[in-house]
C-alpha cells in the first residue's frame, strides 16, 4: 500500500507566497514521475507541474515563471514553491506520483487527498 500525504496549504494574500510538501510513503520500490494539479471551484482538475525522477520538469503555462517543482528522491518528496499568488490560484492541490513497489511490476498511478490553497485579492 503506497499513500501520499499532503502538506503546505492555506490562506495567503494574493502577491505571496506558500510552499507544498507531498511525501509518499508504503510499500515503494522507486518513484518515478511526480506532480501537482489542482481544481479551482467550479472547474476540471487541470496539471500544474510535473517532475521526472531524473528532474526534467513541465508546467502549466499559467503557472510558469511564478511556481517551481523540486523533489527529494531520497525521501520521496515531491514540493511545489507557489510564488505571486494570484486569486485564480486558488483551488484543491492534489499530489500525483507514478509508483513502482517491485522492479518486476510497472508504475501505478496515486493521489493524494487534496490541500486547500486559497489566495485572497
Known amino acids: 500500500q503506497v499513500q501520499l500525504v499532503e502538506s503546505g496549504g492555506g490562506l495567503v494574500q494574493a502577491g505571496g507566497s506558500l510552499r507544498l510538501s507531498c511525501a509518499a510513503s508504503?510499500?515503494?520500490?522507486?518513484?518515478?514521475?511526480m506532480g501537482w494539479y489542482r481544481q479551482g471551484p467550479g472547474k476540471q482538475r487541470e496539471l500544474v507541474a510535473t517532475i521526472t525522477s531524473g528532474g526534467y520538469t513541465n508546467y502549466a503555462d499559467s503557472v510558469k515563471g511564478r511556481f517551481t517543482i523540486s523533489r527529494d528522491n531520497a525521501k520521496n518528496t515531491v514540493y511545489l514553491q507557489m510564488n505571486n499568488l494570484k486569486p485564480e490560484d486558488t483551488a484543491v492541490y492534489y499530489c500525483?506520483?507514478?509508483?513502482?513497489?517491485?522492479?518486476?511490476?510497472?508504475?501505478?498511478?496515486?493521489w493524494g487527498q487534496g490541500t486547500q490553497v486559497t489566495v485572497s485579492s
Open positions: 508504503g510499500s515503494i520500490f522507486r518513484v518515478d514521475a
Open positions: 500525483n506520483a507514478n509508483v513502482r513497489i517491485s522492479r518486476f511490476r510497472g508504475p501505478n498511478e496515486y
